[in-house]
């Protein structure tokens, strides 16, 4: 069994930063690519940034040069350090990590963690 557990959320100031993490724990063969995503209150669901095994990144336009997604392979942990934080980034955010199990390849995602910018 798999699982993806996130942490680090929580209440901050406009312009203040917060660091999300996601352990990715079970039988697990390898990790593919990992990713943040996340979901305002009536909005779809979003990318925010991937990281591949490799270590290639990339960001939605809304926060580049504010977020920075990260990995550590030997922990299979990925983290997401987002600095400069406006109210606009409210919002649930989600791990996903595409990875080879005993049981096949497949995507996962984490329950989710509440990240609240107050103006």
């Known amino acids: 069994q798999v699982q993806l557990v996130e942490s680090g959320g929580g209440l901050v100031q406009a312009g203040g930063s917060l660091r999300l993490s996601c352990r990715v724990s079970?039988?697990?063969?390898?990790?593919?690519?990992m990713g943040w995503y996340r979901q305002a209150p009536g909005k779809q669901r979003e990318l925010v940034a991937a990281?591949?095994?490799?270590?290639?990144?990339n960001y939605a336009d809304s926060v580049k040069g504010r977020f920075t997604i990260s990995r550590d392979n030997a922990k299979n942990t990925v983290f997401l350090q987002m600095n400069s934080l406006k109210p606009e980034d409210t919002a649930v955010y989600y791990c996903?990590?595409?990875?080879?199990?005993?049981?096949?390849?497949?995507?996962?995602w984490g329950q989710g963690t509440q990240v609240t910018v107050s103006s």
């Open positions: 990281i591949t095994s490799g270590g290639s990144t």
């Open positions: 996903n990590a595409n990875l080879r199990s005993l049981v096949g390849s497949s995507g996962y």
């Open positions: 079970g039988s697990i063969r390898s990790i593919d690519r």
